[in-house]
């Protein structure tokens, strides 16, 4: 419970409206061309992905496949496979990022670390592949999600801006027409992209990239949470706007790419208190996300490419129910999901019609405030609106709904908040409207022994 307050400290009133002033994003996908596939699949997954309309594919180098025993000595295979990843990509017109991360136990100092010690090793390895790809691979990220311990052993936006600044020149060098991208954060995580400016990362990218995965794996790309200090959380999709604007505080005004976003399609549910932090969701709603998602998108014109993640149910766990097996917008057997033709359907509108506009939703938690401390019962209490009309307002504790009402005024005295254990406990209010759209406003109160 501490840790999901503490991640998502308190929510705001929520407003959404989007112009129909639009530029459609480039349209990429996340694909595993590199991670093993075999030849057949690599050239199965190459003409899918043609049909698909996607005009990038996102690859990835994990370098300790490639240089795994000693600095300047490669892996013959590995370095076929890549080579023929690239090859096949750029025969069928994709555009290519590379994403490049995971050191090998000579440069990190052991097998449990995923991080180099010294920078230059990266910037050699990673100055090596721009050369042998010079002209065929258009982009280079620095690195995946390096704000979580999953990629970078002991996160550090110091640590990485060294990294960062090492391998920008070293690409440079190799390929001067290559773009550098920021590696892609987890979620929008922009503190961790200002403690990057303050250690000096301005200057060695040529665009920053974050991941806008949403609260639980579930939340809707239009469905926006604020924290105290009334910016969007970084668990909302459209927290990649708060990004853009730590970049301008600070003089930025780079490209936004978004290098990875998506929603599985298994039956696991979120459940924080529990532990289990990502749901899926059905694929129906998978492709109505998409379309919205890249929607919302060609409402910035600072969004540069946008990768959905990924284009196949991860092969090699042939559709396993886990949430980490099923965000394909095809199954592991090529059969397609809906969000493939959402993906067609983004990828085709460069030239089309706007997308529609968002129409707004918001709702404000007037009860309980947050710091409220009682041992009795809890008032809980909200105003909202909505363009269509407010369809209901759902009144939560610590995750679980306690009423729903459909008309106003909404809220209740809930006497059951007496017999919830002494300490912190999670108040919200979700407003709904008839399109199925949330806003999500919450407080945390104290129930005192």
Same mark, same amino acid.
């Given at each position: 419970?501490?840790?999901?307050?503490?991640?998502?400290?308190?929510?705001?009133?929520?407003?959404?409206?989007?112009?129909?002033?639009?530029?459609?994003?480039?349209?990429?996908?996340?694909?595993?061309?590199?991670?093993?596939?075999?030849?057949? %699949?690599?050239?199965?997954?190459?003409?899918?992905?043609?049909?698909?309309? #996607?005009?990038?594919?996102?690859?990835?180098?994990?370098?300790?496949?490639? %240089?795994?025993?000693?600095?300047?000595?490669?892996?013959?295979?590995?370095?076929?496979?890549?080579?023929?990843?690239?090859?096949?990509?750029?025969?069928?017109?994709?555009?290519?990022?590379?994403?490049?991360?995971?050191?090998?136990?000579?440069?990190?100092?052991?097998?449990?670390?995923?991080?180099?010690?010294?920078?230059?090793?990266?910037?050699?390895?990673?100055?090596?592949?721009?050369?042998?790809?010079?002209?065929?691979?258009? #982009?280079?990220?620095?690195?995946?999600?390096?704000?979580?311990?999953?990629?970078?052993?002991?996160?550090?936006?110091?640590?990485?801006?060294?990294?960062?600044?090492?391998?920008?020149?070293?690409? !440079?060098?190799?390929?001067?027409?290559?773009?550098?991208?920021?590696?892609?954060?987890?979620?929008?995580?922009?503190?961790?992209?200002?403690?990057?400016?303050?250690?000096?990362?301005?200057?060695?990218?040529?665009?920053?990239?974050?991941?806008?995965?949403?609260?639980?794996?579930?939340?809707?790309?239009?469905?926006?949470?604020?924290?105290?200090?009334?910016?969007?959380?970084?668990?909302?999709?459209?927290?990649?706007?708060?990004?853009?604007?730590?970049?301008?505080?600070?003089?930025?005004? !780079?490209?936004?790419?978004?290098?990875?976003?998506?929603?599985?399609?298994?039956?696991?549910?979120?459940?924080?208190?529990?532990?289990?932090?990502?749901?899926?969701?059905?694929?129906?709603?998978?492709?109505?996300?998409?379309?919205?998602?890249?929607?919302?998108?060609?409402?910035?014109?600072?969004?540069?490419?946008?990768?959905?993640?990924?284009?196949?149910?991860?092969?090699?766990?042939?559709? %396993?129910?886990?949430? %980490?097996?099923?965000?394909?917008?095809?199954?592991?057997?090529?059969?397609? !999901?809906?969000?493939?033709?959402?993906?067609?359907?983004?990828?085709?509108?460069?030239?089309?019609?706007?997308?529609?506009?968002?129409?707004?939703?918001?709702?404000?938690?007037?009860?309980?405030?947050?710091?409220?401390?009682? !041992?009795?019962?809890?008032?809980?209490?909200?105003?909202?609106?909505?363009?269509?009309?407010?369809?209901?307002?759902?009144?939560?504790?610590?995750?679980?709904?306690?009423?729903?009402?459909?008309?106003?005024?909404?809220?209740?005295?809930?006497?059951?908040?007496?017999?919830?254990?002494?300490?912190?406990?999670?108040?919200?209010?979700?407003?709904?409207?008839?399109?199925?759209?949330?806003?999500?406003?919450?407080?945390?109160?104290?129930?005192?022994?």
């Amino acid at each position: 419970m501490r840790r999901l307050l503490f991640f998502l400290a308190l929510v705001s009133t929520v407003s959404l409206a989007m112009t129909t002033d639009a530029r459609a994003a480039e349209v990429g996908v996340v694909t595993d061309l590199t991670w093993g596939a075999s030849s057949a %699949e690599q050239d199965r997954t190459v003409a899918a992905i043609r049909d698909s309309g #996607a005009t990038w594919v996102r690859l990835s180098i994990q370098w300790k496949n490639l %240089e795994p025993a000693l600095p300047g000595v490669y892996d013959v295979w590995w370095l076929a496979h890549v080579d023929r990843a690239v090859q096949l990509s750029n025969a069928a017109g994709r555009k290519v990022l590379m994403v490049v991360y995971d050191a090998p136990a000579w440069a990190s100092g052991s097998a449990a670390r995923s991080t180099p010690r010294n920078p230059a090793d990266y910037a050699s390895f990673i100055s090596f592949v721009a050369q042998r790809y010079r002209g065929r691979i258009q #982009a280079y990220e620095i690195w995946n999600e390096q704000n979580t311990s999953r990629f970078w052993t002991s996160p550090s936006a110091t640590a990485y801006t060294r990294l960062l600044q090492a391998a920008y020149p070293a690409v !440079k060098r190799a390929d001067p027409d290559a773009t550098v991208v920021f590696g892609g954060l987890s979620t929008s995580d922009y503190d961790y992209v200002e403690s990057a400016y303050a250690a000096g990362a301005r200057g060695y990218f040529d665009a920053l990239a974050v991941h806008p995965y949403t609260y639980c794996g579930t939340g809707a790309p239009d469905e926006v949470r604020r924290g105290s200090t009334g910016r969007i959380t970084r668990d909302s999709f459209l927290g990649y706007r708060e990004v853009r604007a730590s970049m301008l505080a600070r003089g930025d005004d !780079k490209p936004l790419w978004i290098t990875e976003f998506g929603w599985n399609t298994s039956t696991a549910r979120c459940d924080p208190a529990a532990g289990a932090w990502q749901g899926g969701v059905s694929e129906s709603l998978q492709a109505s996300y998409l379309a919205r998602a890249y929607g919302l998108f060609a409402a910035d014109a600072y969004v540069g490419p946008a990768f959905a993640y990924n284009f196949r149910n991860n092969y090699w766990q042939r559709d %396993e129910d886990t949430p %980490e097996a099923r965000y394909g917008l095809v199954r592991s057997d090529f059969t397609p !999901k809906p969000a493939l033709d959402a993906l067609r359907a983004a990828a085709g509108g460069a030239g089309g019609s706007p997308p529609a506009p968002v129409q707004s939703l918001s709702v404000t938690l007037t009860a309980p405030t947050s710091g409220t401390a009682t !041992k009795g019962a809890l008032t809980l209490a909200a105003v909202a609106s909505a363009d269509g009309g407010v369809a209901r307002v759902d009144f939560a504790v610590d995750g679980t709904v306690v009423r729903a009402d459909t008309d106003a005024p909404y809220g209740f005295r809930w006497v059951g908040f007496k017999r919830l254990s002494p300490g912190l406990h999670e108040v919200e209010a979700r407003a709904y409207d008839s399109a199925g759209r949330v806003a999500v406003n919450t407080a945390t109160v104290t129930r005192l022994p």
